[in-house]
């Protein structure tokens, strides 16, 4: 399974980059608000990721309300770089821009999803990657692993006739981590917080402790 990196914050990708674990970057409206971005400069911040990431796919999101918004705000950040993918929330004006999108060679990310049925119809429509949802199950106390489970068994029994990977979204903790990779996910797309908390283990600490108290036996001998 590989992992994008769910931020728009700079410094958390260059630091992951150097990790050499991402395989991509995923953005949307709240995460590029929570850098103190304006407008103005998103353009422009889209392009400073991809070049943090050069040949990783990286996620921009249209704000558009309209098909036709849709594809013209696809077309302008998708000219910004040539790893942008565009990323539309799930619904019938985006399927009809995903579509046409698709259709120019223009890779879309279509997410939000919550169900089999959003997931195949995006993928109908000709999305490059479909995004279901684990954590927000969670908010209102469903199983979001079992819709998971079956979205990935869905779209990998089918040849949509282009190539179609499922990015496990709202990743919040390493345990989702591990569902997302056991249902069969392609892609994880996590937070910063959460994929240090991946890498860290009390008895993984614990042990390097210890290692860290012999060895300095072995200097005093």
Same mark, same amino acid.
């Given at each position: ?7 728009? /914050?700079?410094? !958390? ?9 991402? /395989? ?14 304006? @407008?103005? /400069?998103? !353009?422009?911040? *889209?392009?400073?990721?991809?070049? @943090?990431? $050069?040949?990783?796919?990286? +996620?921009?999101? +249209? ?16 000219? *910004? ?9 799930? +619904? ?38 479909? +995004? ?5 199950? /969670?908010?209102?106390? !469903? ?9 990935? !068994?869905? *779209? ?14 709202? *990743? ?29 283990? $009390? @008895? ?18």
């Amino acid at each position: 399974m590989k992992f994008f990196l769910d931020t728009a /914050d700079l410094g !958390e990708i260059r630091e992951a980059v150097s990790w050499g674990v991402i /395989d991509g970057v995923t953005t949307n409206p709240s995460l590029f608000a929570k850098t103190g971005g304006k @407008l103005a /400069d998103f !353009e422009r911040h *889209i392009g400073a990721i991809c070049e @943090l990431c $050069p040949g990783l796919p990286v +996620s921009a999101e +249209s704000c558009a309300e309209t098909a036709e918004g849709m594809v013209e705000d696809g077309r302008r950040l998708a000219a *910004i770089a040539d790893n942008v993918v565009v990323k539309l929330p799930i +619904s019938t004006e985006a399927l009809a821009a995903t579509h046409t999108l698709a259709q120019e060679g223009i890779a879309v990310n279509m997410t939000l999803i919550f169900t089999v049925p959003q997931a195949l119809l995006a993928a109908r429509a000709g999305a490059r990657y479909v +995004s279901p949802f684990v954590g927000r199950f /969670d908010d209102i106390a !469903e199983d979001g692993v079992e819709q998971l489970v079956q979205v990935c !068994e869905a *779209i990998h029994g089918f040849d949509f006739g282009h190539e179609v990977e499922i990015i496990g979204a709202s *990743i919040r903790t390493p345990h989702h981590v591990t569902e997302a990779a056991l249902a069969g996910c392609d892609i994880a797309t996590v937070p910063f917080k959460a994929l240090k908390k991946a890498v860290r283990h $009390p @008895l993984t600490d614990r042990g390097l402790a210890l290692f860290m108290e012999d060895w300095k036996k072995v200097e005093q001998a």
